[in-house]
Nanobody
Framework: QEQLVESGGGLVQPGGSLRLSCAAS????????MAWSRQAPGKEREEVAS????????EYADSVKGRFTISRDNAQKTLYLQMDSLKLDDTAVYFC???????WGQGTQVTVAL
């Protein structure tokens, strides 16, 4: 059974950084496009970054472009999201997922506050 477990969320001040990790198991991680999405209170879920199976091609939402970096380690079956220059609007629950499998983790809370 596919399983995705996020970690690394927390409380950070504006301008700070966090690195999220996502441990995958139960499926052929290296063969799938992976993504990070987020959902803030009262807002629709938004896909913020994605990466192709080989890790050579990435895409970002305009809202995070230049500040967030998605990466993956296929040998460790782990997905990462490096978040720099965090803003108040980045506060949300962040989910990692394999969109083509329609499988997402339970999420990790990121709070950006003074």
């Amino acid at each position: 059974q596919e399983q995705l477990v996020e970690s690394g969320g927390g409380l950070v001040q504006p301008g700070g950084s966090l690195r999220l990790s996502c441990a995958a198991s139960g499926f052929g991680f290296s063969g799938y496009r992976m993504a990070w999405s987020r959902q803030a209170p009262g807002k629709e879920r938004e896909e913020v970054a994605s990466i192709n199976p080989a890790g050579r091609r990435t895409e970002y939402a305009d809202s995070v472009k230049g500040r967030f970096t998605i990466s993956r380690d296929n040998a460790q079956k782990t997905l990462y999201l490096q978040m720099d220059s965090l803003k108040l609007d980045d506060t949300a629950v962040y989910f990692c997922g394999a969109p083509t499998l329609a499988r997402w983790g339970q999420g990790t809370q990121v709070t950006v506050a003074l």
